[in-house]
């Protein structure tokens, strides 16, 4: 019987939930036709609200966190999937459901892994990860509902988290005008050097506002939510599409109708968690072209997995900048 090591929540009736490093039995490992060793993974909001038990994310226990890893196979019975390939998983529940990607090895169906791109190594993937893989979905989302580069400026709210770095990134790399909304202003320089055209404070968009604005935007990525999501939308111009994606702030949407109904605004829903295999082929695919590596090295900081319960909190309370890799 193989063993490895894994960060492990354990939770008792009516308890606070405990998170230790352990060492684990690979008949502890739950089903799937995959079983990867795993060389990094990342932090999330998402893990920061499990690895903290600040929202009820976690809904199995024991479970080892993580909603993202990459890797290289090590057993496989899946059709098209070798052991010895290089693979990456986002979501599916992983580290919610179904044991994640905070271990030495991973088992999971096949069906949820895709192919590592080339383009990247498995440090730069998981420097992606799900927030970088879910501002891409954001991006073909804009695409789709026709906001090109030449309909105007696209505002991306929480622009220092994860989401927002890789959205700027991206979008700037496309020839839209980006403007970035934060509450970190000393942050300024470090989000124009992802390629933000301008920078505002986010203190304009999080307070209760009017049902319709200013048009300022033609679009924008919002993984904040509540009454910034509602400004947002107030703001847009005639005809804009809104891609969000998170709720940062809150669940809620404390908005009116007007924008939908009086300028014609899309509300387009981006779920990364539980997207079909061709969108999330198609998203690495696109990022593998239009990612600037450089910015990606530029917004990525690389720490040990023993660090992710640090890391946990402080994702939480706003203080991790970019995108932080971990090293299993």
């Not at 199995?60 to 990456?88: L, N, Q």
């Not at 980006?178 to 509450?183: D, F, M, R, W």
């Not at 992802?194 to 505002?200: E, H, N, Y």
């Amino acid at each position: 019987m193989s063993t490895f090591h894994a960060f492990l929540l354990t939770k008792e009736d009516g308890g606070p939930q405990q998170l230790s490093w352990t060492e684990v039995s690979d008949d502890d490992l739950m089903d799937g036709d995959v079983t990867v060793a795993v060389s990094h993974s990342t932090v999330n909001f998402k893990d920061g609200l499990a690895l903290t038990g600040s929202s009820p994310v976690v809904r199995r226990w024991p479970m080892i966190p993580g909603i993202d890893f990459a890797g290289t196979v090590e057993a496989s019975t899946h059709d098209g999937i070798a052991v010895g390939d290089p693979v990456v998983l986002n979501g599916w529940g992983v580290g919610e459901t179904h044991l994640g990607g905070y271990a030495e090895r991973a088992r999971v169906p096949g069906g949820w892994l895709v192919p590592k791109p080339d383009a990247f190594t498995p440090a730069q993937a998981m420097a992606i990860g799900t927030a970088g893989y879910t501002a891409m979905l954001c991006v073909l989302a804009l695409e789709r509902h026709g906001v090109g580069p030449d309909a105007g400026p696209i505002l991306v709210t929480g622009a220092s988290g994860g989401v927002g770095g890789v959205a700027i990134s991206l979008l700037s790399g496309l020839g839209y005008e980006v403007v970035a909304s934060t509450g970190r202003l000393d942050e300024a320089d470090y989000l124009r050097s992802l390629g933000a055209a301008d920078v505002m404070d986010r203190a304009e968009l999080s307070e209760p506002g009017r049902p319709l604005g200013k048009e300022r935007w033609a679009g924008a990525v919002d993984s904040v939510g509540s009454h910034t999501l509602a400004n947002v939308l107030a703001g847009t111009r005639y005809g804009g599409t809104v891609a969000a994606c998170g709720l940062a702030q809150g669940m809620d949407l404390p908005g009116s109708v007007a924008p939908f109904i009086l300028r014609g605004v899309t509300l387009a829903g981006v779920d990364s968690v539980m997207a079909p295999k061709p969108v999330r082929l198609e998203a690495w695919d696109r990022l593998a072209r239009d990612l600037d590596l450089a910015k990606l090295d530029a917004l990525t900081e690389t720490r040990p997995l023993a660090d992710a319960p640090e890391l946990g909190a402080e994702i939480l309370e706003g203080k991790v900048r970019g995108r932080v890799v971990l090293t299993v």
